[in-house]
Each structure stands twice: as structure tokens, then as C-alpha cells.
């Protein structure tokens, strides 16, 4: 299981500057890849807790695997779906968001670890592999707002 209650810290301690841009690094503020980062993992644990783990079937997927060895995301090749795509409102209700990503956290540390989520890219990712994308995928996020921050 990966540290992905620290990456949620390292996300909250960037809410007071959700409102900062910087074209140059991303066409969006940080506030959007907060709640970008928040609705994945909402929506991957809401998934995978509702799937059968009696239907899991592990099977070798080339993408998952390069990206679990070099540990990260190539930057600028992957396309939001619309269902973790934020709407860009000024009234986002961080507080709300991370206590129920908090919630999702701990239904994925009680699941079976045969529950499963199906990722469009990666394949079916069984509770150990879903704690890695999530992990990958915040500090992902991260790196972008850092990099917001220090290109201002």
C-alpha cells in the first residue's frame, strides 16, 4: 500500500492557492488538479468497491507495467474523462471533497483485495495496484502544481 494519505496533505496545503495559473506549466488553475486528483480517486474507490471479487482476473498489461517501474505519468499524454473532469467553478467545496476522498481511502484499506477497478489504460487493477495508480497518479498532480508554483 502506497503513502497516498501524505499526498492528500501535500494536496491540501495547496487549497489556499487554488485560484493560481500558469499557462506556461498547464491551461488550468491549481484548484483544478486538486479536484481533478480528489474526483479520481472518489471515482476509482466508488468502483472498485462496488465490483465482484470472485470476477478478478489479474492479466499482463505493457502500460501499467512501464509506468509501475518508472513511477510516474508522462506528462501532457493522458486526456481526462468527463467523469473526473472538475468544472471549473470558484466555489469548490475543498473541505467537503477531501473528507469523503478521506472515506473512499478507508473503504479501499477495509476492501477484499481481490476488489477490482478497470482502467481504461491499465487494465482490471486489483486493490494493491488501484492504491499504486492513485499514489502515481496525485503526486503526478502534484509535480504540475509545484512546477505551477515555481514558474510564477
Known amino acids: 500500500m502506497r503513502n497516498i494519505e501524505k499526498r492528500l496533505e501535500k494536496l491540501y496545503s495547496f ?6 495559473v500558469n499557462t506556461s506549466v498547464s491551461s488550468v488553475n491549481v484548484g483544478w488538479h486538486i479536484e481533478h486528483s480528489l474526483l ?4 476509482m474507490i466508488s468502483a472498485l468497491t462496488a465490483s465482484d471479487p470472485v470476477q ?3 492479466k499482463f498489461n505493457l502500460a501499467r507495467a512501464i509506468v509501475f517501474t518508472i513511477n510516474k505519468f508522462p506528462r501532457g499524454k ?3 474523462p468527463d ?8 466555489k469548490t467545496d475543498f473541505d467537503a471533497l477531501f473528507t469523503k476522498t478521506r472515506e473512499k ?14 482502467h481504461n489504460i491499465f487494465g482490471v487493477l486489483n486493490k494493491k495496484n488501484t492504491f499504486i495508480v492513485l499514489d502515481i497518479h496525485t503526486n ?3 509535480q504540475i502544481i509545484k512546477d505551477i508554483f515555481s514558474s510564477n
Open 140 to 142: 503526478h498532480h502534484i
Open 40 to 43: 479520481v480517486i472518489i471515482k
Open 83 to 90: 467523469a473526473v473532469n472538475p468544472k471549473q467553478t470558484e
Open 15 to 20: 487549497v489556499e492557492d487554488a485560484h493560481k
Open 56 to 58: 478478478y482476473k489479474w
Open 78 to 80: 493522458g486526456k481526462a
Open 105 to 118: 481511502i478507508e473503504e479501499l484499506k477495509k476492501a477484499d483485495p481481490n476488489k477490482f477497478y478497470e
